[in-house]
């Protein structure tokens, strides 16, 4: 059936209707925007950190168990019909002089079956390990245990499948986990919620924030970046620190207290053993070591669809979950125009059908759009290479992290308020050891100078305004007027796609762990793809151009029209930002 103007209007209105009586009150859609800039500001009976756990804290010290059995068990999309399952057995050694443990010496082994204790299916997959080295007199070396990558395949949508995983002739395999998986790539088939979270760390405000984010029962979850903060720590271990360059200013280099990686696996274990979670890199996954390597922990650890979205890399991948196309851009590797980094995403993107994906999500580690103080235009370089692409292709939302604080901003390409460009959302505000982040650039007195914020990798390109009230100058005088919304507190947010038009947004603070129906902020995020359209669009532009015609008529949809502004006027309803 033909998708035309009316037609999508009519299911617009019926959708908003539905979406009302459910919630019992009205929540503002992007529609009502562009919004009024607004700032919540920082709780002061709160406490802005917390210290990093402990090693030998419950959930971050290896069970008493054989180093033979599993543990740090993570899943990971692949594709719509597979899932890459991954653990870690034998011990880390940290030591001078450390020899790394034989990956060949155990069997990665996945059985997996639709029925508790019958598993039909056993697949067999690759072992590794890595050393982080530092070959300075008073640091210590780490050699990791070995890390397994089992990909499963033939798996059927929407179905829960139990597993175990191990070396069956030790023998030493996991206790029975189960998970289910997302829905094929379709119009009409979403994930049930998509959990965001980004800068995580190991904290007590982590424990909030994991918590918290697992009560709300996600279907996959998406960190950007900053996962671990191993490289807060000297190799010497001990506790964590907000500043490793203010607490230790006489080390030969920024080292990393791998042992952290462990510990988180084990602290992430009863999510991530259940939920399939997708993970890119932030600034504190670089752990440069002596001999120039970076990224060793991230790379081994973590199995992503690199080969199968043809990025054959980390750093950047791209997959379906239902309906939703999610691209993971690496801020840290090439992403000027000449790298193979764009090369990449221009033929992802061109590749996508919007009449079988609609919504098209972008994640990366640092903002393009942020008005803290803290990375203040810092990833201006990579905005101004990449910014264009992603508009182009109609991205809707664009998440990130980075910057310890949560922001939404309103549709906005080129720093101009534009009601098909993405809607950009900040959510750094996991619970690290660094602190949330308090002061906006455009306080009196806090606008960073532009030699403040460069990134560890690649340029900067600092910008001043050409427009706005804002001309000339390289900071606001006033909350931007892009920014929508913005509050420092730590939380997470959770992202509920309704159909191919509208998906409901809600950023859940720490602080309401213990609240019901309480939500730092709220919108409905939706698409109007006969407004917003671009020839690179696959699927839908088809399905405007088609021949056959709507079988709703303008009186048909008048109707609809007054049965909605009658709805709307007994209930009193007045549209606006609802937080």
């Not at 460009?421 to 306080?443: L, R």
Request: with cysteine; charged share 20%; hydrophobic share 35%.
């Amino acid at each position: 059936m033909t998708m035309n103007m009316p037609l999508l209007m009519m299911i617009a209105l019926i959708t908003s209707m539905s979406l009302l009586l459910a919630s019992g009150e009205p929540i503002a859609t992007t529609l009502d925007g562009p919004f009024k800039p607004l700032t919540r500001r920082f709780d002061p009976s709160l406490r802005r950190g917390s210290d990093d756990l402990p090693m030998d804290h419950p959930r971050l010290r290896k069970r008493n168990v054989s180093s033979d059995f599993p543990e740090q068990i993570a899943l990971a999309l692949s594709t719509p019909t597979s899932m890459w399952v991954s653990w870690v057995t034998g011990d880390a050694v940290v030591g001078k002089d450390v020899k790394p443990l034989d990956p060949s010496s155990v069997a990665s082994e996945v059985w997996y079956g639709k029925e508790k204790g019958k598993y039909l299916i056993k697949k067999k997959g690759n072992a590794t390990v890595y050393s982080q080295l530092y070959p300075f007199d008073g640091l210590l070396n780490y050699t990791s245990g070995i890390i397994h990558h089992v990909l499963i395949d033939g798996l059927e949508p929407e179905t829960k499948y139990f597993y175990r995983c191990g070396d069956s002739s030790v023998p030493a395999m996991s206790d029975e986990l189960s998970f289910m998986t997302l829905p094929l790539p379709s119009k009409d088939a979403y994930p049930h919620r998509i959990a965001f979270v980004g800068d995580l760390g190991l904290t007590s405000n982590t424990t909030t924030t994991i918590d918290h984010l697992m009560e709300n029962d996600p279907s996959m979850v998406i960190i950007v970046g900053d996962l671990t903060y191993a490289d807060q720590y000297r190799t010497i271990g001990g506790k964590g620190v907000s500043c490793f360059s203010c607490s230790f200013p006489d080390a030969p280099i920024r080292e990393t207290y791998q042992p952290r990686w462990d510990a988180r696996g084990r602290f992430m274990e009863p999510l991530t053993s259940k939920v399939p979670t997708m993970v890119i890199e932030g600034n504190h996954e670089i752990e440069s070591q002596a001999s120039g390597i970076t990224f060793n922990s991230y790379s081994e650890r973590f199995a992503v669809p690199s080969s199968e979205s043809g990025s054959n890399t980390n750093f950047y991948y791209s997959f379906d979950a239902g309906g939703v196309h999610f691209v993971m851009l690496g801020a840290y590797v090439d992403y000027n125009h000449t790298g193979a980094q764009y090369a990449w995403l221009k033929e992802d993107l061109s590749k996508v059908d919007r009449a079988v994906t609609p919504w098209l999500v972008a994640t990366m580690h640092p903002p393009w759009y942020n008005s803290y103080s803290s990375h203040y235009q810092e990833f201006e370089c990579m905005r101004q290479e990449m910014e264009e692409l992603l508009y182009q292709h109609r991205v809707d939302i664009v998440f990130a992290g980075h910057v310890h604080a949560y922001e939404r901003m309103n549709r906005i390409y080129n720093y101009t308020l534009n009601p098909c460009g993405p809607v950009y959302i900040t959510i750094g505000d996991g619970g690290n050891i660094e602190k949330v982040d308090v002061d906006f650039a455009d306080d009196p007195g806090k606008c960073p100078s532009p030699e403040d914020n460069i990134p560890e990798i690649g340029g900067s390109c600092p910008l001043n305004f050409t427009s706005g009230s804002a001309k000339g100058k390289f900071c606001w005088d006033r909350q931007p007027d892009w920014s929508a919304f913005r509050e420092s507190s730590f939380g997470h947010g959770i992202l509920e796609v309704m159909n191919s038009t509208h998906a409901l947004w809600r950023w859940q603070r720490n602080q309401d762990v213990y609240k019901d129906d309480i939500y730092g902020d709220q919108i409905y995020i939706v698409r109007q793809p006969n407004v917003c359209t671009s020839l690179q669009f696959r699927g839908e532009e088809r399905e405007k151009s088609g021949g056959n015609k709507s079988r709703f008529s303008s009186p048909t949809l008048l109707m609809f029209i007054c049965i909605f502004f009658m709805f709307c006027t007994s209930r009193s309803i007045v549209f606006g930002h609802v937080i």
